[in-house]
């Protein structure tokens, strides 16, 4: 019980950088278009209006500064964590994030946002148009694959993060909706 709560824990502590990176352009983003408003082949944008340069900034420095925070607070988060549960050298890794590891995790998260709307673009989907799986989780595994090197998560990190991502997306969409800022509840 307390194993999976640390999971829980840990997974969404690794995961924290690259939320706050992914949804802080939503709020302070806006300007001019990172692909300039040109214009590919095929007719569609590179990656449409809804990619900006101010986004991109603001996000790498809040989900840096999201690791930095996180830096500050492990030395009181660890013996809480040990009270319940036998701390690992791996858990340790993780919790102990560095503002390096934020910085890749923003940088990923940002980066799998723009493969994102390139791929968007190029199936023919508008700027904000959904595209399941890629909205939802390609900041998260993008961010996973550029912090793994240095932090070296286990597998069961990245599963947990991944579902939890969806949930809270999905938890997140749902009271949008209720509140009547989103039109549909997914
Ligand atoms: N945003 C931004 N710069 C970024 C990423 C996001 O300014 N690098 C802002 C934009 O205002 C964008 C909003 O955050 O409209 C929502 O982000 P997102 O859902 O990722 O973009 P979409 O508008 O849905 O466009 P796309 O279809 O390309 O994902
Ligand atoms: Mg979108």
């Known amino acids: 019980m307390y194993e999976a709560l640390a999971l829980l824990e840990l997974s969404v502590w690794l995961g ?3 939320w706050i990176a992914n949804a802080t352009p939503v709020i302070f983003g806006g300007g001019r278009p990172i692909d300039g408003g040109r214009v590919m082949r095929d007719g569609h944008r590179i990656l449409g209006d809804g990619k900006t340069i101010r986004g991109f900034f603001v996000g790498v420095l809040f989900g840096t500064l999201t690791g930095l925070g996180q830096y500050f607070l ?3 988060l660890m013996p809480i964590l040990a009270e319940f549960v036998t701390v690992t050298p791996s858990m340790e890794y993780v919790l102990f994030m560095t ?3 934020g910085f890749l995790l923003s940088v990923g998260a940002l980066a799998g946002d723009l493969i994102g709307s390139f791929l968007k673009r190029r199936a023919n989907v ?3 148009g959904p595209s399941p799986i890629l909205d939802q989780l390609g900041f998260i595994i993008m961010a996973l694959l550029l ?3 240095l932090l070296k998560p286990e597998g069961i990190y990245a599963v947990v993060l991944i579902i939890t991502t969806l ?3 999905w938890v997140s969409n749902a009271i949008g909706y209720l509140l009547g800022i989103k039109k549909n509840p997914w």
């Open 16 to 18: 924290l950088p690259a």
């Open 167 to 169: 949930v809270v997306h």
């Open 147 to 149: 912090a793994y090197p």
């Open 126 to 128: 508008q700027s904000g």
């Open 74 to 76: 492990a030395p009181y």
């Open 99 to 101: 503002i390096s590891a």
